[in-house]
């Protein structure tokens, strides 16, 4: 199957920092790229749905100049985590698809570990 | 909008015993996809089965099978001959072919004793 790759999967920073994290399909073109956010014993939140040379479009309660999303190649996609704060703190998983596959299966990413003190 | 519900929080099985895990679904998009994944303790997503809305027969995958009642809007996944490494968090998700958006339930943590 497809491979999607997360960089890096876990990450420690201090408050007011910025984290980037990478989102990479290894063996196919990602048309579409999905930023997913879950905590702990919860479910998966889409943050933000990416195409690749446009902007991302995000869900509702998503904060644009929070989370910077850029999907520059098909193969790459980074969530920005601009000015962490503690809150902020999540397993953060993409997913990718690409155009074409019988029923646009989203494969995932190992996921990132953020915990901002 | 799509909502996916699941309401068993957490479930045990015996080995090698079959559990069914249970999964309703709403939506008004008259065409669309539901899926099942397994999200063990180091978090990675695994996709288990698919079903699409049209399908006219239940999905299986090895151990893996789909009890899709569309009438119902409910996909079950059912999993047979439980094993140890069955443990883990189980989501239903739906998506419709109007878009590519995945929208999951809350999720079932499974237990299996041996």
């Known amino acids: 199957g497809a491979v999607v790759s997360q960089h890096p999967s876990r990450v420690i920073c201090k408050s007011g920092t910025s984290v980037k994290i990478e989102c990479r399909s290894l063996?196919?073109?990602?048309?579409?790229m999905f930023w997913y956010r879950q905590f702990p014993k919860k479910s998966l939140m889409l943050m933000a749905t990416?195409?690749?040379?446009?902007?991302?479009?995000?869900e509702q309660g998503v904060e644009k100049d929070k989370f910077l999303i850029n999907h520059a190649s098909l193969t790459l996609s980074t969530l920005t985590v601009t000015s962490a704060h503690p809150e902020d703190s999540s397993f953060y998983i993409c997913?990718?698809?690409?155009?074409?596959?019988?029923?646009?299966?989203?494969?995932f990413g190992p996921g990132t570990r953020l915990t901002v003190l | 909008a799509q909502k996916i519900t699941q309401t068993q929080p957490g479930m045990f099985v015996q080995e090698k015993e079959a559990v069914t895990l249970d999964c309703t679904y709403d939506?008004?998009?008259?065409?669309?996809?539901l899926f099942w994944y397994k999200q063990p303790s180091s978090g990675e997503m695994i996709f288990l089965i698919y079903q699409g809305s049209y399908d006219q027969q239940n999905a299986t995958e090895g151990r893996y099978s789909l009890n899709f009642q569309k009438a119902r809007k409910s996909a079950n996944l059912v999993i047979s001959a439980s094993q140890l490494g069955d443990s883990a968090m189980y989501f239903c998700?739906?998506?419709?072919?109007?878009?590519?958006?995945?929208?999951f339930g809350k999720g079932t943590l499974l237990t299996v004793n041996p």
């Open positions: 939506t008004s998009d008259p065409s669309y996809g």
């Open positions: 990416s195409n690749e040379g446009s902007k991302a479009t995000y």
């Open positions: 063996d196919f073109q990602a048309t579409t």
């Open positions: 998700a739906m998506r419709p072919f109007s878009n590519y958006k995945l929208t």
């Open positions: 997913s990718a698809c690409s155009s074409g596959v019988l029923y646009n299966e989203q494969f």
